[in-house]
Each structure stands twice: as C-alpha cells, then as structure tokens.
C-alpha cells in the first residue's frame, strides 16, 4: 500500500471513529430542570395542589424532546361539606409545540400523591414536534363510573417555558 492510500485509511478510520463517540446532549445545550407548582381552591375551602421539578430533557433533532415531571398533588378537605363522592384532586400536565398540544397527562388522588412521568410528543410525524412548553393546572374532579376522574372545576393554568 502507498504512501496515499495509508493515509486515507488512517483518514477513514479516525472519521469512522470520531463519528462514533457518543456526544454528550450538554455539549450544546444541557438538561434544565425548573421548578412548578399550581393551586386551585374549590367550593367549601376544597383545595388541590401540585408541585415539583419540571426536567427539560436535552435533546438533538430528530430526537424526540421530551420534559420530565417529578413531585406531588395533594387534596385538603377542612371537612365543611358534607359530600356525596370524595372530592380528588387532579393535576393536570399539557405539553404544548408552538400552539399545538402533544400530550397530556392527568395525576389523581383523594389525599396526596406522587406525580412522576415523562411528558412526549405523541405524533406520527417525522421528525417529532419539538416540546416548547408545559402547562400545569391544578383541579377538583369526581370519580366516573369507569374509575377515571374527571376535573370538574380547575385553577388558572400556569405556563413553563
């Protein structure tokens, strides 16, 4: 082999190997955790509340973003209603690319609760929406016939970037 051709070799070889070292997704932008938390106070002094750490994963395009949720929602019931159904407390996590949702999940509890997951573009498309934003609202539901629970009246939506 010449002179040329080892050095084309030598060339290729570190490229492919260059080209196969993982990067670290901090090396451009890094995970960013944030906290949130949201309230809302119902009839007969009802209040539901969540709150934690919103963890913005760092990802590259065409990768999936994606936004962790960690922490709790909790129900206080000073008792003055006598109610028919146990009020719940529903947190509620929308995660928004530009105006357009793309996924949507709901945490319930009749006390309190632990809140953990992952927030992901549910979509065809390819590559996937990028999650720009996540809002957080905090509401009193009732329990359905089907065990689900349906918030019934919520708080004001609070909005992370």
């Keep these: 082999m010449g002179t040329t051709s080892a050095r084309l070799v030598a060339s290729l070889a570190l490229a492919a190997a260059l080209l196969a070292a993982p ?6 932008h890094p995970d960013r955790l944030q906290p949130f938390q949201a309230e809302h106070t119902g009839v007969c002094g009802v209040v539901s509340a969540t709150e934690g750490t919103l963890h913005w994963y760092a990802t590259h395009s065409p990768e999936p973003s994606a936004v962790g949720v960690e922490g709790y929602v ?8 006598a109610f028919l159904v146990a009020p719940t407390a529903v947190a509620v996590f929308t ?19 632990k809140v953990s997951l992952t927030l992901t573009p549910d979509s065809p ?4 929406p990028q999650i720009d934003r996540v809002e957080v609202t905090a ?10 629970v349906t918030p019934s009246e919520c708080g004001k939506p609070v909005s992370y970037p």
Excluded at 125 to 128: E, F, G, L, N, T
């Design 125 to 128: 498309w390819y590559p996937s």
């Design 95 to 113: 995660a928004y690319s530009g105006e357009r949702v793309v996924d949507r999940e709901l945490v319930s509890t009749t006390s309190s609760g």
């Design 74 to 81: 909790k129900l206080s019931d000073p008792g003055i209603c």
């Design 139 to 148: 509401c009193i539901g009732a329990a359905r016939w089907d065990d689900g």
């Design 23 to 28: 990067v670290p997704a901090s090396a451009t």
